[in-house]
């Protein structure tokens, strides 16, 4: 059962910001949202999460409304480097809970 | 530290031969996942271990697949006999608990190709 939707895929211009949508509409009070990345032909990558306060780091920010339905990633000045899939995952906060992963969003930056 | 090992990169073999995919977690990581990747199914779990002990492989295909870890770090992946339907990519990655991230460390993943 898909637990978060994503837009299929996404463009973006080189240096503005990216800001990707993820409806979880089904979280449990205890679950966290997580996003990864993956570039083509890499493992994924983790970029950040939250429970439910907005949430910044080197990478993103991560913004989520208040009754924790949906989430955005935000990519502040996103670079070509940037272009990839995004997963977003709901998750119990525990080192031994899987990753499910849904399609994701496929983001080309674009020059 | 080197990241989640795993080898060999690319594998192409024939249909009915043994497959042997191979992971080394990051030092200190108690969990271990291996994944599969293809275009249909996307990313899905296989099984994960914690402290060297298989705790979940209910998203093992069939008893084509088995996977050991003999020691904390070291996991095998086998697919014997091989067919063309188990291309894909395998990824393993570790993770370590306690930390404020519970994040998963993935390797660069194995290329299998069955023909």
């Known amino acids: 059962d898909a637990k978060t939707t994503q837009p299929p895929s996404m463009d973006c211009a080189e240096g503005r910001a990216a800001n990707l949508p993820c409806n979880h509409s089904?979280?449990?009070?205890?679950?966290?949202v997580y996003w990864y990345r993956q570039i083509h032909s890499q493992g994924p990558q983790y970029i950040i999460h939250?429970?439910?306060n907005n949430e910044t780091n080197e990478m993103a920010s991560l913004i989520i409304t208040e009754d924790r339905k949906s989430s955005t990633l935000i990519l502040p000045h996103a670079t070509l480097r940037d272009t990839a899939v995004y997963y977003c995952i709901v998750r119990v906060l525990n080192a031994g809970n899987m990753l499910t992963f849904g399609g994701g969003t496929r983001l080309m930056v674009k020059p | 530290d080197a990241g989640v090992i795993q080898s060999p990169r690319h594998e192409v073999t024939e249909m009915g031969q043994e497959v042997t995919l191979r992971c080394k977690p990051i030092?200190?990581?108690?969990?271990l996942f291996w994944y599969r990747q293809t275009m249909m199914r996307g990313l899905e779990l296989l099984i994960y271990f914690n402290n060297n002990v298989p705790i979940d492989d209910s998203g093992m295909p069939e008893d084509r697949f088995s996977a050991k870890m003999p020691n904390a770090s070291f996991s095998t992946l086998k697919i014997q006999p091989s067919e063309p339907r188990d291309s894909a990519v395998y990824f393993c990655?570790?993770?370590?608990?306690?930390?404020?991230?519970?994040?998963?460390?993935f390797g660069p993943g194995t290329r299998l190709t069955v023909l």
């Open positions: 089904t979280i449990s009070g205890n679950e966290y």
């Open positions: 939250g429970l439910k």
């Open positions: 990655a570790s993770s370590r608990p306690g930390t404020a991230r519970e994040e998963q460390f």
């Open positions: 030092s200190g990581h108690d969990y």
